[in-house]
């Protein structure tokens, strides 16, 4: 079954830096692109970056050259290096994969989230 798993959220100060991982599994891992979301409270969960199968990367302007999105096709994974980090990027950070499936149409998965908070 398909399964993705973060890790690497945590507390951090103003202007830090943390690195998020998502390991997956399950399916052709090289085969898709890969998105990470996040959601704050009370609001909608919202696109952050995006990697193509390919290694073609883009972002949301508020993470805009702070945020780094990378692959590791060996591994299985893929990674959101954040830097320069701001309050209003406190969120859970999930990442997702959307897959089509024959009969079914595209489904979206999603890992259990890893919660950031940039505090003081």
């Known amino acids: 079954q398909v399964q993705l798993v973060e890790s690497g959220g945590g507390l951090v100060q103003p202007g830090g830096s943390l690195r998020l991982s998502c390991a997956a599994s399950?399916?052709?891992?090289?085969?898709?692109?890969m998105t990470w979301y996040r959601q704050a409270p009370g609001k909608e969960r919202k696109l952050v970056a995006v990697?193509?199968?390919?290694?073609?990367?883009q972002y949301v302007d508020s993470v805009e050259g702070r945020f780094i999105i990378s692959r590791d096709n060996a591994k299985k994974t893929v990674s959101l290096q954040m830097n320069s980090l701001k309050p209003e990027d406190t969120a859970v950070y999930y990442c997702?994969?959307?897959?089509?499936?024959?009969?079914?149409?595209?489904?979206?998965?999603w890992g259990q989230g890893t919660q950031v908070t940039v505090s003081s």
């Open positions: 990697i193509s199968s390919g290694g073609v990367t």
């Open positions: 399950g399916y052709s891992f090289s085969s898709h692109g």
């Open positions: 997702n994969v959307d897959l089509f499936e024959y009969g079914r149409g595209s489904i979206r998965y």
